[in-house]
């Protein structure tokens, strides 16, 4: 996998690069936001992780001239403040996703991933998501556990949706958040936690090891089987 | 104009005050003029009886008694001439019919009234009586009719002059303390809107050639709201740049840790600082943040991108998010939502509702009921969040909604003092009211949208 870094801090593309790198990704940073444009015109890459404010080309510029060209790799904005209109213009202008200054490696790790892995839409037309014995179908909104019939929640059901397609993947805190309440801002307090624990409660059997994995300082996965 | 408000404004006061000044001087200068246009024309009088006492005492001493007499028929109807009466030493009447006057030698003023000698319209008169050598008397007398006419019509120009005056003084004054009024107004009015949150309303300038105090008023009050304006912009400017700058070092702060923590090699020691000087970082960055988020909220133009949601759909859903949360911490939440359309951010919207549960959450006891509402008040939307906590005293309710502002039990709470400052915030974006309540007990905040547009 072939990710683009265009970011001109350098402490922060070197951040970038070193965890995505350890992360498995092939990762090329440039500091412009023109030598950006050419070579993710040129070169196959996977992800394109670009910052919003770069000297001369900026950042949406970049992506709204890529989109003219019909070159639809993925984009991963990142932006030093979480301006309200900054997000909904990125993902507007052709991003893919919105990410805010600071954030840690595995929730950038995560969305790349997320995006890389994002043309083959896994699942996405399924009506039915299955993960070992645990079967979700989308259109009854009917949970089962081998011959066990699960009740869950609206919001419970849309939980476990959600992590099961991005099976494989892991999810951040607030990928759920956006993608299954979609909230933007950050709750300080541990609703994530709260849900997942209580969908683990009904979908898991008990003594055995949960479906869903937490991944320490990332987030949550359920690993493909 | 109404009338209380009228009567109260200083220019008038003053008008008032100046129209009693001139009126009460004006009937002084009149009443001086009477008496001294009286003084002079008597002056006149007496000079005039004095000097035809003495010629005709002259014609006597060359002429004799006979002449006189006959001067004083000929004198008697030049036509608006003297009154006059020659007696001889026995008493009769030799010329003149001017009646007895029984006065004193030399001059004697005498009021007579009408009815004393028929026929004749004598009234007041001053005659001066002369004693001729041979003990005949021979009197001389001035008819003040003319004077009393005089003095009449010199009262009625006063009396008309002077209410004319005061009259038009009044009127004028009027006129002008409406005018000085009306300016005052839009000071007033300038200051109101000010006060009321509105930082770009000025006070309306005039083009004067000769700009008077109240231009001056207006222009000085202008400039002390710019200089405030400067202020507030400064200080919002500083605050945000803080903000922004000291993010970037934090955010290499916060990777360099995550570094460290790698670097550990799972010894728990190192992990577990690393942890703790993050959670502190973390902590700075979301005050920071949501000094930004503030920022970003009270001065972007964000109404462009409202789109119409419903308020009780985008409530449900973050009561759902925080229920287990709430409930976990021994709370219980429970809703009452009926569908009411907002125009706005729903993001900014979110925020503000996931502040206040949030809010409900850390400031009450273990135990307390939170309950969200949204209801439709005469058309206008509305988002109720209450708690039977301990609530916020009256007195404090207003500085909660401040940058910053930490009740005092509060103080050692996590939480940035901004959670309630930015539902202030998104509120004053979407045009809604905030209002924070007794619950008795416990505190209920009530957002209160403007009514929907009608399509």
């Known amino acids: 996998m072939r990710v683009l870094v265009v970011e001109d801090d350098l402490q922060t593309a070197h951040y970038v690069r070193d965890g995505l790198t350890a992360a498995g990704f092939e990762v090329d940073v440039v500091d412009a936001g023109s030598v950006g444009l050419e070579r993710a015109r040129r070169e196959p890459f996977d992800v394109l992780v670009i910052d919003r404010m770069l000297p001369g080309l900026d950042g949406l510029s970049l992506v709204t001239a890529l989109r003219r060209d019909e070159v639809q790799t993925p984009v991963l904005f990142l932006t030093a403040m979480g301006a309200i209109g900054d997000r909904v213009e990125g993902l507007e202008g052709g991003g893919d996703d919105y990410l805010v ?28 998501l299955r993960n070992g014995d645990l079967t979700l179908d989308r259109l009854q909104r009917t949970v089962q556990r081998g011959e066990r019939r699960i009740e869950l929640l609206p919001l419970q059901f849309k939980l476990l949706e959600f992590l099961l397609l991005h099976e494989g993947d892991v999810v951040t805190r607030t990928m759920l958040l956006e993608g299954v309440w979609g909230l933007r801002f950050d709750p300080r307090t541990n609703i994530v936690e709260t849900h997942i624990s209580h969908l683990r409660g009904k979908i898991d059997d008990p003594g055995a090891p949960s479906l869903i994995v937490t991944v320490r300082g990332a987030g949550y996965t359920i690993r493909a089987r | 104009m109404r009338a209380s408000r009228f009567l109260a404004s200083t220019g008038v006061r003053l008008a008032t005050i100046q129209t009693v000044l001139l009126v009460v001087a004006f009937v002084i200068a009149g009443a001086l003029t009477q008496f001294s246009t009286t003084y002079i024309y008597r002056q006149g009088v007496h000079a005039r009886l004095a000097s035809e006492s003495a010629t005709l005492a002259a014609l006597y001493q060359s002429r004799g008694l006979g002449e006189v007499a006959s001067a004083v028929t000929s004198g008697e109807r030049r036509p608006g001439g003297l009154e006059y009466r020659l007696v001889d030493a026995g008493g009769r ?107 770009t309303v000025r006070a309306p300038r005039r083009k004067a050639l000769l700009p008077d105090d109240i231009d001056e008023l207006g222009a000085s009050f202008n400039t002390m709201l710019d200089e405030i304006a400067a202020l507030v912009a400064r200080v919002r400017f500083v605050s945000t740049g803080i903000a922004h700058d000291l993010r970037t070092p934090l955010t290499h702060v916060r990777q360099k840790l995550e570094r460290v923590r790698i670097a550990a090699n799972g010894d728990p020691r190192v992990l577990a600082a690393a942890k703790e000087v993050e959670g502190h970082v973390d902590e700075l960055l979301r005050v920071f943040d949501a000094m930004l988020r503030l920022a970003e909220i009270e001065s972007g133009p964000l109404a462009a991108r409202f789109k119409p949601l419903d308020l009780a759909e985008l409530a449900g859903r973050i009561a759902d998010a925080y229920r287990p949360d709430i409930e976990a911490g021994g709370r219980r939440l429970t809703t009452s939502l009926a569908p009411a359309t907002v125009l706005g951010d729903a993001d900014l919207i979110g925020q503000a509702i996931g502040n206040l549960l949030e809010n409900a959450l850390r400031h009450t006891p273990v135990g307390s009921r939170v309950e969200m509402a949204v209801d439709t008040d005469e058309g206008r939307p509305r988002l ?58 416990g505190l209920t905040v009530v957002i209160t949208f403007p009514a929907l547009p009608p399509s």
Not at chain 2, 104 to 113: I, M, V
Not at chain 2, 120 to 129: G, H, L, W
Request: hydrophobic share 40%; net charge neutral; glycine share 12%.
């Open chain 2, 93 to 199: 009447l030799l010329a003149g019919d001017l009646p007895p006057t029984g006065a004193p030698l030399g001059l004697t003023f005498l009021d007579w009234d009408a009815a004393y000698v028929p026929g004749r319209p004598y009234q007041d008169i001053v005659v001066d009586n002369t004693r001729l050598p041979d003990g005949s008397v021979l009197t001389v007398g001035q008819d003040l009719t003319d004077e009393g006419k005089l003095r009449h019509t010199l009262r009625d120009t006063l009396f008309w002059c002077g209410g004319a005056g005061a009259v038009m003084g009044l009127v004028l004054s009027y006129l002008l303390a409406r005018g000085v009024l009306r300016r005052v107004d839009g000071v007033v009015a300038a200051a109101r809107a000010v006060s009321a949150g509105q930082m």
């Open chain 1, 101 to 128: 200054k600071p954030f840690s490696m595995e929730e950038l790790g995560a969305r790349v991933s997320a995006l890389a892995r994002r043309p083959s839409m896994r699942g996405r037309d399924e009506a039915r």
């Open chain 2, 384 to 441: 109720r969040v209450s708690d039977d906590g301990p609530g916020i005293p009256e007195a404090k309710r207003e500085d909660v909604l401040r940058h910053f502002y930490r009740l005092e039990a509060s103080r050692t709470t996590p939480g940035s003092g901004l959670g309630l400052a930015i539902v202030a915030a998104v509120a004053g974006r979407h045009g809604a009211q905030v209002e924070l309540l007794d619950a008795g007990p």
